[in-house]
């Protein structure tokens, strides 16, 4: 129905507030829903998978012994994740030798793996670091640190797994997905840090290098995709995920909005087991903390052929800000997706 976006825009207009929302939900709902299976853990389960030391730090905020960490020389490149929920928190090098007796660090990696809150106890203020998705303790912050940052991440070994880096870090990764007219899921995620590049376009169908007016007959099997490139170190793709299930209703089949058409379905297109894994996980966590009414209908395929639409299709949004759809569809979202991810915005 990309009819409505070009030969009735007054129809756009009368229906544009009934269904710019599109059932979209809040960043803050659709991200604790994923964390929130880790915290709803219960205490047998900890006792069961952690040893008594590592309980003791992580779930009662006790604290290992100073220079007895089984990290605190360490040097090997790699990351270092949570002990309890595998949680990747610090690269290594971040890592540096502060002298305090813990393994230190100058800044977590990006993407709110950690989260602070004040700590009252042993008689004095200080700031307490916990791992954002569980809610184990880490240790503490402080702001002494001898680097551009100035920032020291003092933290429990036993608080700590390490992954060691077997292969260079990837600074390049793609994600193709589909989420209703590529005009609107383009313009959000070139705001994003860490993104490079989003082209929209057209993959899953049947059909070698369709054309436009071709997917939208709905018979090509094809679905209007957007193909982002994005830095894995700076934005991971379970951040992408997360502004993707915030900015669509997951929950429509072949429909979004008044766009209707199975070239409109909710898909995400991955290139290897991990994105597929990661996909599933994302799903499954939106799925059991009941974020949304209606069940997910997003599928998880595996990605075969990515075919460029048209330049005109090409940043659609940035070229066309005076187009009735644009106005009355685009901008809204735009603007209710810039406030909340202010934070991880370009």
């Not at 853990?41 to 290992?64: H, M, N, P």
């Amino acid at each position: 129905m990309h009819t409505l976006k070009t030969i009735f825009p007054f129809i756009i207009l009368f229906f544009s507030l009934a269904f710019i929302s599109c059932a979209q939900k809040p960043k803050s709902q659709v991200s604790s829903a994923i964390e929130n299976t880790w915290m709803q853990k219960s205490d047998s389960f900890w006792k069961q998978k952690l040893s008594d030391e590592q309980y003791y730090v992580l779930r009662e905020k006790g604290t290992e012994k100073p220079y007895t960490g089984k990290w605190l020389l360490h040097e090997d490149s790699g990351t270092y994740t949570c002990a309890a929920c595998g949680n990747e928190l610090f690269g290594s090098s971040s890592k540096f030798e502060s002298h305090c007796g813990w393994p230190s660090f100058d800044q977590e990696i990006n993407g709110g793996k950690i989260k602070t809150q004040v700590d009252h106890s042993m008689g004095m203020q200080r700031v307490e670091i916990l791992c954002a998705r569980c809610g184990g303790h880490l240790g503490h912050l402080f702001d002494d640190g001898p680097t551009s940052t100035g920032k020291r991440y003092c933290v429990n070994s036993l608080s700590l797994s390490f992954e060691k880096e077997s292969k260079p870090l990837k600074t390049s990764d793609t994600l193709t997905l589909g989420g209703g007219c590529f005009w609107c899921i383009e313009a959000v995620f070139e705001q994003l840090k860490g993104v490079s590049k989003v082209e929209s376009g057209f993959s899953g169908g049947k059909n070698a290098n369709p054309s436009y007016a071709q997917v939208c007959t709905g018979n090509t099997g094809h679905v209007e995709v957007v193909q982002i490139i994005y830095n894995p170190s700076i934005i991971g793709m379970d951040e992408l995920l997360k502004a993707y299930f915030t900015v669509h209703d997951p929950t429509t089949l072949n429909r979004q909005g008044a766009d209707e058409g199975t070239q409109y379905r909710s898909v995400i297109f991955y290139r290897n087991e991990e994105q597929k894994q990661i996909a599933t996980s994302i799903i499954s966590d939106l799925q059991l903390a009941k974020v949304y009414s209606n069940p997910i209908a997003t599928a998880v395929e595996a990605f075969t052929t990515f075919y460029k639409a048209d330049i005109s299709h090409q940043d659609y949004y940035a070229n066309n800000k005076d187009n009735a759809y644009c106005q009355m569809v685009i901008q809204p979202k735009m603007e209710k997706f810039e406030k909340v991810f202010k934070d991880r915005l370009k």
